[in-house]
């Protein structure tokens, strides 16, 4: 329905994420519209694509909520791969054996939760692709940068079926 949201309402806010607070504690924010929102995430579909996360790859997402939490999880969902995101919240160990569990063959994290995927490689033994968000440290794999393909066509969106899985998700509620 993003495609079709960009279409009806282009300049409409689609997410709106906190960045900074002001010299007065005030929150500052910002924010994608329905049309830049689809236009990033096709972006980065292209770029999941090449570096291997298509259609049916389990793909951990470890990444704050924010702008590139919602255009990653559009652009995974574009390529027919399947998120996997566990609530933190649940504690490290129980969290890894979740991931564990998926045998993901992709992970797209934050440094620290790349810091994480480096003490535990027991629980990640399947993890083949991985992408950083943010400053890549020691891990090797690309940045979320290197791999935002951007293209004048939008990207052809998956043909996923209706009993494919569609996401894997660890809440604790």
Same mark, same amino acid.
């Given at each position: ?25 005030? $929150?500052? !924010? ?12 096709? %972006?980065?579909?292209? #770029?999941?694509? @090449? *570096? /291997?996360?298509?259609?049916? =790859?389990? &793909?951990?997402?470890? $990444? @704050? ?5 919602? *255009?990653?999880?559009? +652009?995974?969902?574009?390529? #027919?791969?399947?998120? $996997? ?13 979740? %991931?564990?569990? =998926? ?9 620290? *939760? ?5 003490? !535990?490689?027991? %629980?990640? @033994?399947?993890? @083949? ?11 090797? /794999? ?12 939008? !990207? ?8 494919? &899985? +569609? ?7």
């Amino acid at each position: 329905h993003l495609r079709r949201m960009a279409r009806i309402q282009p300049h409409k806010r689609a997410v709106v994420a906190p960045v900074s607070r002001d010299r007065h504690g005030r $929150v500052a !924010y910002t924010h994608l519209t329905f049309q830049q929102l689809d236009r990033e995430s096709d %972006f980065l579909a292209y #770029g999941l694509e @090449k *570096a /291997g996360i298509i259609r049916g =790859t389990r &793909t951990i997402l470890m $990444v @704050k909520p924010g702008l590139e939490f919602f *255009a990653l999880t559009f +652009a995974i969902f574009k390529t #027919g791969a399947i998120p $996997v995101v566990v609530d933190p919240g649940m504690g490290v160990r129980r969290m890894v054996t979740c %991931f564990r569990e =998926t045998k993901p063959s992709a992970f797209i994290g934050i440094p620290a *939760a790349h810091l994480l995927r480096s003490l !535990y490689p027991t %629980f990640f @033994k399947t993890v @083949k692709i991985c992408i950083t968000v943010g400053r890549r440290w020691f891990w090797g /794999g690309s940045t979320l940068q290197q791999i935002r393909t951007p293209s004048d066509t939008p !990207y052809p969106l998956a043909d996923t079926r209706q009993d494919e &899985t +569609a996401a894997i998700l660890f809440t604790t509620g």
